[in-house]
């Protein structure tokens, strides 16, 4: 039988993968359904969290089918600044199933409806992040893992709006299936291939993000810290036409050593070791913001942690011209 939790663990589960996802949370209400910000940077995302275990219906019906029982709430809240998420948890997979809200806005008093989703459809997303499912009423349910939890609420209104064209259904399950970037197919220009770019590039995000981490055994690279404070830092700029989701163009470093990466306030030379920029640090002494550093000094290793796979080991050349688009000479890191 499968596992069921109480609706305050359930809430746990959501704040972990919004934490899973490199995302911040903050309850607003943790009554159900459950109210929260979620924050990374300088984005901010307003949730309504409905939340119901996702189980087998019992026999006789299909084994292969999972469901929520919508109970205790007779119509969803749909409120201007909040996103309404309707999921599912299937503890035993570890694994969200999320539904389109638009799609069940009549009310529900004196009946329990039940929405469905696809065993198989989770097993697809367990191995790719995330996986879309056609419902019978032409809904897109959504299937995903909890680090995928922070791009769903940021891309559900358009995750779930590809049922309304047979071509954006396939090339969201191409985007899903593939680890690599794919071209749009049998989509025009507009609006429609925009959303579809855009989710491939939060998926990309996500997959990046968790093989970076995973090659570098979730610890920052520069300092050795794990405390769950990491990034995944692309050493040439996704957006330069260089840049890659390459794990070896990546590194694994909390937010703090990430922002000073960025910053060129550090940089790693071809033999790994780390320096600190003299010419910055000198800079920030004479308007007097040089505070904390010898504690941040404090912080770094004199070689960096490498993956323990060489494959994944950060690309030399990389490093160079990636620092070298953030200020640095050259020759300072040869």
């Known amino acids: 039988m499968a596992t069921r939790l109480s609706k305050s663990n359930l809430l746990d589960r959501i704040i972990a993968a919004v934490r899973a996802s490199g995302w911040d949370a903050v309850v607003l209400s943790d009554r159900h359904p459950f109210e929260l910000v979620i924050v990374r940077s300088e984005q901010r995302i307003q949730l309504l969290c409905y ?12 084994p292969n089918e999972l469901r929520i029982q919508i109970t205790g709430v007779s119509r969803f809240q749909v409120r201007d600044g909040l996103k309404t998420l309707v999921l599912g948890w299937s503890n035993d997979d570890e694994m969200f199933a999320a539904f389109d809200v638009t799609r069940h806005l009549i009310s529900m008093h004196g009946r329990s409806p039940s929405f469905q989703i696809r065993r198989e459809t989770l097993t697809a997303a367990a191995a790719r992040g995330f996986f879309p499912q056609i419902r019978g009423n032409e809904e897109i349910a959504i299937a995903f893992r909890p680090d995928f939890f922070a791009t769903y609420a940021e891309q559900m209104e358009s995750l779930h709006q590809t049922a309304k064209h047979v071509a954006d259904v396939k090339n969201l399950e191409t ?11 049998d989509v025009p ?8 770019e855009q ?9 990046f993000r968790g093989n970076v981490l995973a090659a570098y055994e979730n610890r920052c690279a520069v300092s050795g810290m794990q405390l769950d404070l990491l990034d995944a830092a692309h050493i040439i700029p996704v957006e330069h036409k260089r840049g890659t989701d390459e794990v070896r163009n990546g590194l694994s470093l909390t937010v703090l050593h990430h922002r000073a990466f960025d910053h060129g ?11 600190v920029n003299d ?17 941040f000094r404090a912080t770094l290793r004199d070689e960096i942690l490498l993956p323990a796979r060489r494959e994944y ?22």
Do not use: C
């Open 265 to 275: 306030l550090i940089g790693i030379k071809r033999d790994y070791s780390i320096i």
């Open 199 to 207: 989710i491939q590039r939060k998926v990309r995000d996500v997959r």
């Open 51 to 62: 939340i119901w275990n996702l189980t087998h219906g019992g026999y006789p019906r299909d």
């Open 189 to 196: 220009p507009g609006p429609r291939k925009t959303v579809l």
């Open 279 to 295: 010419r910055e640090m000198d800079r920030l002494r004479r308007i007097g913001w040089d505070g904390g550093e010898k504690a």
């Open 175 to 185: 985007i899903a299936a593939s680890e690599k970037k794919v071209q749009i197919k």
């Open 313 to 334: 080991y950060p690309d030399r050349d990389y490093l160079v011209f990636g620092q070298r688009l953030r200020g640095w000479r050259e020759r300072a890191l040869r």
